[in-house]
Nanobody, 127 residues
Framework: DVQLQASGGGLVQAGGSLRLSCAAS????????IGWFRQAPGKEREGVSC????????YYADSVKGRFTISSDNAKNTVYLQMNSLKPEDTAVYYC????????????????????WGQGTLVTVSS
């Protein structure tokens, strides 16, 4: 069975940091781009960041560029999202997702309807 296990959410003050983790299993990790979407109350879901497991190409939404860093540990089939300089507007449920990207070159953003979704993890940034 495919599993995307997200963790690392929590409550943090503005300016603080959190690191989200997404542990994947049940599919060939290297053939997929892994990424994060988020959805705040009353707002549409948006793509935040994603990374190609095959070549390490990354994508960031403009709203998080320079503050968030995505990385992949292929030996552990895990993707991390380091979130620094957090703002109250980053408050949302963050969802891990995986979408097939193959072994060739890839560029984001991730398809808004990816192949697999994980459960969400809540990030709350207080002002």
């Amino acid at each position: 069975d495919v599993q995307l296990q997200a963790s690392g959410g929590g409550l943090v003050q503005a300016g603080g940091s959190l690191r989200l983790s997404c542990a994947a299993s049940g599919f060939t990790f290297d053939d997929y781009a892994i990424g994060w979407f988020r959805q705040a109350p009353g707002k549409e879901r948006e793509g935040v960041s994603c990374i190609s497991s095959s070549d390490g190409s990354t994508y960031y939404a403009d709203s998080v560029k320079g503050r968030f860093t995505i990385s992949s540990d292929n030996a552990k089939n895990t993707v991390y999202l380091q979130m620094n300089s957090l703002k109250p507007e980053d408050t949302a449920v963050y969802y891990c997702a995986a979408d097939w990207s193959g072994s060739g070159s890839w560029s984001g953003p991730m398809d808004p309807d990816p192949d697999y979704w994980g459960q969400g993890t809540l990030v709350t940034v207080s002002s």
